[in-house]
């Protein structure tokens, strides 16, 4: 299956540790047998409101194709971890190829 995992970070751990956290999540899928698809770094971005004290997080995008037990374990993961301050999976058709206007990593055009 297809899915689109976005999910936020707080603001206050440093950019290596966040960068990790989101490795070692990177890493669980092409382990399991899933692959990565895709994946965006939206870097450090104020937030709407504030979430647990926090008002700026780190946004990561991920698009891949695993089993669903991945996401559900660790989904179970997130909730018990206080640095992660949203995350969600949405089960998707297909995967735009190209970079969202969001993706601190894109090339522009010129």
Not at 87 to 103: A, M, R
């Amino acid at each position: 299956m297809l899915y689109e995992s976005v999910f936020i970070l707080s603001g206050q751990i440093s950019p290596k540790s966040a960068e990790k956290k989101f490795n070692s999540f990177t890493e669980k899928i092409n382990k399991s047998g899933g692959k990565i698809l895709k994946t965006e770094s939206w870097g450090l971005r104020s937030l709407a409101y504030k979430i647990n004290k926090n008002s700026k997080g780190y946004y990561y995008l991920i698009n891949s194709d695993c089993d669903s037990k991945i996401l559900n374990e660790f989904n179970s993961i997130v909730k018990q971890d206080d640095e992660f301050l949203r995350f969600f999976n949405l089960k998707i058709k297909s995967i735009d190829k190209n970079p969202s206007q969001l993706n601190e990593n894109k090339v522009e055009n010129k």
